[in-house]
């Protein structure tokens, strides 16, 4: 069955560390990639998705995700995190073959210090 | 706002009471999706609709669970006989594909927090 690991499910940093979330699956088809943010209080929001084309996708407020196909990966980052991406990360994957559902991992708690 | 609406946004009900949730997507999208998210958890899909015809059920949706979206619109899930462990979030969301193949994001609404006492 398909699955979403997040590999950190808190993470700490302080404003302009920069920011790497981990997210692996286990399906070997065609897949959509897609990371979500839910920022506290609010709902879910798409941050970045990856459908075809060039690995390396830019999201909104400075966040990027790489495919990396062969490692089955799809890590966010960011090179200097504010105090207002304070949230939770959700990474997500859907099957590119007509299974419209998406899969969520668990989620990664980003607490970032002023 | 044109995005996902939920309603209620937050429901206690007791142990064996029915409840249900109501969910209007965006007008314009064909799919239209539940799931639920407990806490420290990532939504857990539920059920899903293409218009107005349910093609996928989760494993999760016990025979208490019902979902329907009559004339391809508004959708309702309903929970007969709840109980303690259907307490969690309740997320709908809908987005807009052609085809089979296509993986467009989803809009999310606010969610139903539900909690059987």
């Known amino acids: 069955a398909q699955s979403v690991s997040q590999h950190n499910h808190h993470v700490i940093l302080s404003e302009a560390a920069s920011l790497e979330l981990g997210c692996n699956y286990s399906?070997?088809?065609?897949?959509?990639l897609f990371w979500y943010v839910q920022y506290p209080g609010q709902h879910l929001q798409l941050l970045l998705k990856y459908f075809s084309g060039d690995p390396l996708v830019k999201g909104i407020k400075g966040f990027e995700a790489e495919f990396i196909k062969s490692k089955f990966s799809f890590n966010l980052r960011k090179p200097s995190v504010q105090w207002s991406d304070t949230a939770e990360y959700f990474c997500a994957v859907n099957q590119n073959t007509g299974g419209f559902k998406t899969i969520f991992g668990a989620g990664t708690r980003l607490f970032v210090k002023a | 706002d044109t995005g996902v609406s939920q309603n209620p946004r937050h429901k206690i009900t007791k142990r064996g009471q029915n409840v249900t949730f109501r969910c209007d997507p965006i007008?314009?999208?064909?799919?239209l999706y539940w799931y639920r998210q407990t806490l420290g958890q990532g939504p857990e899909f539920l059920t899903y609709?293409?218009?107005?015809?349910?093609?996928?059920k989760s494993r999760l949706l016990s025979d208490r669970f019902s979902a329907e979206r009559p004339k391809g619109s508004f959708s309702t899930l309903e929970i007969q006989r709840t109980e303690q462990g259907d307490s969690a979030m309740y997320l709908c969301?809908?987005?807009?594909?052609?085809?089979?193949?296509?993986?467009?994001?989803?809009?999310f609404g606010s969610g139903t927090r539900l909690t059987v006492v």
């Open positions: 969301a809908s987005s807009l594909a052609q085809g089979l193949s296509l993986g467009y994001g989803y809009t």
């Open positions: 007008s314009e999208h064909n799919r």
């Open positions: 609709f293409q218009n107005e015809a349910q093609l996928e």
């Open positions: 399906y070997g088809g065609t897949v959509n």
